[in-house]
């Protein structure tokens, strides 16, 4: 038996974790198997996770943190203090106690945004808040790696499925809104929760360490990906052939343009 804490108890991630669980966990034979998991959570934004008793688990998952917000100047410190202060005092206090692991839930967005083809030996380059406050942590857990408290690193690409949060909320939304689109195709990397989940447990019961960058088997195609939603939704779409000239010459100025359309994905 493994028995987990979550910290960052509305998470997303976490959340649909603890259900992946509980849902297999409905099976006799997990529950009577000495495999089993048992999930416990503890919210950060409210400090609770200073006052745990890290004693009692055997791994811990950091998956609260700042993200999915407008960055303006001054917000360093805020990105600091749950980004890096937070996971490292966690990793001291988890260490200390005896815990056997711990999983810390980075970002694709410590590669920036400039580089578009991940291999392993592309060397992080964030130009966010978010990516660099979570590459200093990356820095400082593996420096704690060690047999008896082993480190994992996880950096997915956008993360899809129900209910989801970020750039993927926005692709739903303009999918459900627009029906016309340039004909232009790419290859992003993207991973479903349900593969993410799936990929975390994994981790967790070969007690792994190192850096991990899952993905979904295929690589998508945004505009395939919209046309696939909004058939769902019943609604048809208009590709306008002729114009992926004009898009790629619009990416290399606007940002948001690039992130949708262009190439983007892991090895």
């Known amino acids: 038996m493994k028995k987990i804490l979550i910290v960052g108890a509305n998470s997303y991630i976490g959340n649909a ?5 509980m849902n297999k966990c409905t099976d006799q034979e997990v529950i009577q198997s000495k495999d089993e998991i048992i999930i416990e959570k503890v919210q950060a934004s409210n400090g609770d996770w200073k006052y745990v008793n890290y004693e009692q688990y055997d791994v811990i998952i950091i998956l609260a943190a700042i993200v999915h917000q407008k960055e303006k100047s001054g917000m360093e410190e805020i990105y600091r203090q749950v980004n890096y202060n937070m996971p490292i005092e966690i990793a001291a206090k988890a ?10 839930m980075s970002t694709a967005a410590v590669y920036g945004s400039v580089v578009t083809h991940i291999t392993k030996d592309t060397v992080p380059n964030p130009d966010t808040l978010y990516g660099k406050s979570k590459l200093e942590a990356e820095y400082k857990l593996k420096e704690m790696d060690t047999e008896e408290f082993r480190v994992a690193i996880i950096r997915p ?3 899809y499925g129900e209910g989801c949060k970020g750039n993927y909320t926005r692709l739903v939304k303009l999918a459900t809104y627009n029906p016309i689109y340039p004909k232009i195709h790419n290859k992003r990397s993207m991973i479903s929760i349900d593969r993410l ?7 967790i019961r070969n007690s792994s360490s190192g850096t991990f960058l899952p993905q979904d088997e295929e690589y998508t195609d945004t505009i395939m990906m919209i046309k696939s939603i909004r058939e769902a939704q019943g609604k048809r779409t208009v590709l306008v052939p002729g114009t992926a000239w004009l898009v790629r010459l619009v990416m ?13 994905w892991y090895e």
Not at 17 to 21: Q, V
């Open 17 to 21: 974790f603890e259900k992946y669980i």
């Open 95 to 104: 260490k200390k106690a005896g815990v056997k692991q711990l999983i810390f």
């Open 157 to 159: 690409p956008m993360v």
């Open 197 to 203: 989940c799936d990929y975390m447990e994994e981790i």
């Open 252 to 264: 290399e100025h606007v940002g948001v343009v690039g992130k949708m359309f262009g190439d983007w």
